[in-house]
Nanobody, 121 residues
Framework: QVQLVESGGGLVQAGGSLRLSCAASGSFFKINAMGWYRQGPGKQREAVATITSGGSTNYADSVKGRFTISKDNAKNTVYLQMNSLKAEDTAVYYC???????????????WGKGTLVTVSS
């Protein structure tokens, strides 16, 4: 089993910064990829940033240049550094991980419960 726990959400003024953390715990063989998704009011959930086990990253166009995803393999933790925040960034941010439970097993998707980020203008 795998559990993902997010932290770091809160209220921040436009132009400010915030850093989200997500720690994976449980019994598993390998984390294949981790990332952050978000869902704003009245909007669909969208990918914000992802990072593979090899370190390759992808960003949504709307956050490129402002957000940075990183990970600490020893801690099984992924981070999202959010700078120059805009009101449009207001959303519940969800941690995502693709995890192989055992050797040669296909990756399964896991989700955190989300952390709210509110950006005031």
């Amino acid at each position: 089993q795998v559990q993902l726990v997010e932290s770091g959400g809160g209220l921040v003024q436009a132009g400010g910064s915030l850093r989200l953390s997500c720690a994976a715990s449980g019994s598993f063989f390998k984390i294949n990829a981790m990332g952050w998704y978000r869902q704003g009011p009245g909007k669909q959930r969208e990918a914000v940033a992802t990072i593979t086990s090899g370190g390759s990253t992808n960003y949504a166009d709307s956050v490129k240049g402002r957000f940075t995803i990183s990970k600490d393999n020893a801690k099984n933790t992924v981070y999202l550094q959010m700078n120059s925040l805009k009101a449009e960034d207001t959303a519940v941010y969800y941690c995502y991980a693709s995890v192989s439970i055992k050797l040669f097993a296909a990756g399964k998707d896991y989700w955190g419960k989300g952390t709210l980020v509110t950006v005031s203008s």
